[in-house]
């Protein structure tokens, strides 16, 4: 980075020759820029190469395999030329650099901008937030299944081949060991894709909507032919997957990664006391509801409510009379040996009434309407009421000259004292 230009924020550069640009990432942390990325745009009217500068010259130096793997694509992969690009660079990452190489003698800008507040990188926060604590839920919806199907074969169609071609597979060993070189391919092609989406976007739309259009529809028909999880250790391992990848969303979605550490980890704390907390939440509703005074309600009930109240009571007991004539515990030569009738009484255990039609007709003869108990009735009531008149009309008259005494005999005895 020695000849390269240093780049700064607010900065608009405009030159016409080939030259590689660096900025330099300043340490000092401020959680205003927890969210916050730098934007940095190339424009020109003619055509020009966009190539980034790794900080290792030689793959040589790298640690891992998938470290040597990305340096040697990184080398290959020459992206094609364009007249407009777009670099996101995070508040506190790794210092980035590139060179501008520019076809033909034609100026080109490039203009530094800060954006306080990236809406992807939010989203990406409040995504692995909802995610991590709807993971439980998530993993038992079946359209929440479908909709994951279509996006990891979308995103790692390796990944979701292999899953759909597990069972001929004869051994776990054989299938866990293509199970991790297709994730760190899939994840490669990510990364990749994520660093030319751009590129790829303005330069191979039709492909790329054709790709997304026919991968989806196929891993939806696996999906959909294969069905939801239904057995607990799938779902499982389903809601374990969804709480890692929220994780993975809350570490991209954030520009410091000791925020995310400290997110994740009371995430993982707010889970675990969720149980003791519910006990205890359950043990101090059952102890207020044990010590509260219970207040009795009375209902009264209407006559309607009184009459079928009375009507299903009779004859939910009825049928448990019947249920228990038909026990074997029942003495039935004992209760048949002192019944009257003992042909009615099996009749009413069998299923018919316990009341007969003539019974009945015979009840409201004298107990329904216009009948000769309801006559007496009225007409008793009507003496009553009679007799009650002239009594009441003769105890007035006495109270009447009672108080006409009271008011004539003190007058003779003044006149007297007089």
């Known amino acids: 980075g020695k000849n390269c230009s240093l780049l700064q924020e607010m900065d608009v550069i405009q030159k016409q020759d080939e030259n590689c640009y660096c900025y330099v990432q300043n340490r000092t942390i401020h959680l205003q820029y927890l969210w916050s990325t730098l934007q940095i745009k190339v424009h020109s009217r003619e055509k020009f190469r966009f190539e980034p ?40 990452g790794e210092d980035v650099c590139f060179k501008i190489q520019p076809f033909k003698i034609e100026p080109y800008v490039v203009r530094v901008k800060r954006e306080m507040l990236d809406g992807k990188l939010l989203f990406l926060f409040v995504a692995g937030i909802f995610l991590f604590h709807f993971a439980n839920s998530l993993s038992r919806s079946a359209k929440f299944f479908y909709l994951s199907g279509i996006i990891l074969g979308v995103l790692a169609l390796l990944v979701f081949v292999l899953l759909t071609l597990k069972r001929f597979i004869p051994r776990h060993s054989t299938f866990w060991i293509l199970m991790s070189g297709s994730w760190m391919v899939s994840l490669y092609f990510i990364y990749c894709f994520k660093e030319n989406i751009q590129w790829l976007w303005s330069e191979h739309k039709n492909y790329l909507l054709g790709y997304f259009l026919a991968v ?21 391992l389903f809601t374990w997957t969804l709480q890692l990848t929220a994780f993975v969303l809350i570490y991209f979605g954030v520009t410091i990664p000791q925020v995310a550490y400290a997110v994740i980890a009371v995430s993982l704390c707010s889970k675990g006391l969720c149980y003791p907390l519910g006990a205890a939440c359950h043990v101090a509703r059952k102890m207020k509801h044990h010590f509260k005074s219970k207040k009795l309600v009375f209902k009264y009930l209407t006559e309607e409510e009184y009459r079928e109240q009375g009507e299903s009571e009779t004859i939910r007991a009825l049928e448990e009379l019947r249920s228990f004539c038909r026990s074997p515990d029942f003495p039935s030569w004992i209760a048949v040996s002192k019944l009257q009738a003992p042909h009615r009484f099996a009749a009413f255990v069998l299923g018919s009434p316990h009341v007969s039609p003539a019974e009945t007709k015979a009840h409201d003869e004298q107990y329904g309407i216009g009948s000769s108990f309801l006559e007496e009735q009225l007409f008793e009531a009507w003496a009553q009421v009679e007799q009650d008149e002239p009594a009441n009309s003769v105890h007035e008259d006495d109270e009447e000259n009672e108080n006409e005494m009271h008011t004539q005999i003190p007058f003779p005895y003044a006149t007297e004292l007089l």
């Not at 989806?216 to 499982?236: K, R, V």
């Open 53 to 92: 500068i790794s900080e290792k010259n030689s793959c040589q130096n790298s640690e891992t395999v998938f470290e040597f793997a990305a340096c040697a694509v990184q080398i290959l992969w020459k992206p094609e030329t364009c007249t407009e690009t777009f670099l996101s660079i995070k508040q506190y």
């Open 216 to 236: 989806g529809i196929t891993s939806f028909a696996i999906c959909y032919q294969h069905g939801p999880l239904t057995t607990e250790l799938s779902i499982t």
